[in-house]
């Protein structure tokens, strides 16, 4: 059985949300997720930074790119740099996405939702306008997908 919950003793030491948010949803994946693709019990993460992936198989070598969120996603779901984002979709090796939705007031993963990599194409991506030159990341473009995430219902 999966743990759903989050390891809150990860939380030390950051002040940023978003930083305690990847810690513990990356941690999180890395010791609880196993691939979609073949079924090995585990993922690796990648090294922070790495462009366009957090973590791969180490059995079937398939890539993964995460996003999370506290709470449910809208119908767009921001991203990286778009250059970067669309070089990668568009290469051999583009990675599955894996989004998460959890709650840091309960403290656990609410909904985890593989998609793979052929529903991304460069259609779907949302060139946003370039930061300020005043902005700490002056002139920096980042791109926002669009995904139409379905809820189920009972029926």
């Known amino acids: 059985m ?18 305690i948010a990847r810690v513990l949803t990356e941690s999180w994946t890395a010791a609880q997720m196993f691939c979609p693709v073949c079924g090995c019990p585990q993922l690796c993460k990648f090294p922070n930074n790495n462009p366009a992936a957090d973590f791969y198989c180490p059995d079937c070598k398939n890539e993964y790119e995460q996003k999370s969120k506290d709470g449910n996603f809208g119908s767009k779901i921001p991203d990286g740099a778009y250059n970067t984002f669309i070089q990668r979709i568009n290469c051999n090796n583009n990675p599955d996405f894996l989004f998460m939705n959890y709650s840091l007031k309960k403290m656990r993963v609410e909904k985890v939702i593989f998609v793979p990599k052929f529903f991304f194409t460069p259609e779907l991506i949302e060139k946003r306008k370039p930061l300020a030159p005043s902005a700490r990341r002056g002139g920096w473009v980042d791109a926002i997908s669009y995904m139409k995430i379905y809820r189920s219902r009972d029926v």
């Open 2 to 19: 999966i743990d759903t919950s989050l390891d809150n003793s990860l939380m030390s030491g950051y002040k940023s949300k978003s930083q």
